[in-house]
């Protein structure tokens, strides 16, 4: 299975049960934040079916901008202005290369 969007891993942890021994989950997050959430949430939860990866999916290759959360701000996803980069992965390389 694919997530993209893993965010904290509150989907993520269902998937990877739902998956079983004969499954996998690869789930993305571009978010650093978040992304260490995730990783966390998977290690905590003793799930060896699931791979995290720290990247935005895109379509096609190229640079993306990804918003910066500033979680100390009401209500702010990112409005401002500050972000980290990311080079996206195409959902088609790893449908191709990786189990």
């Known amino acids: ?10 989907h993520t942890v269902g998937l990877a049960r739902a998956a079983g021994d004969r499954g996998y989950v690869h789930a ?4 650093p934040e978040m992304f ?3 990783a966390a949430n998977i290690a905590l939860n003793g799930l060896l079916n699931t ?11 190229g640079v993306l901008h990804v ?25 088609f390389c790893l449908m191709n290369t990786v189990r």
């Open 1 to 10: 299975m694919i997530e993209v969007g893993g965010q904290m891993g509150a």
């Open 28 to 31: 993305f997050e571009p978010q």
């Open 36 to 38: 260490q959430a995730l």
């Open 51 to 61: 791979r995290t990866w720290n990247l935005a999916v895109d379509r096609q290759p």
């Open 67 to 91: 918003p910066q959360l500033d979680y100390s701000m009401n209500n702010n996803f990112g409005g401002n202005g500050r972000g980290v980069r990311s080079n996206p992965f195409r959902l």
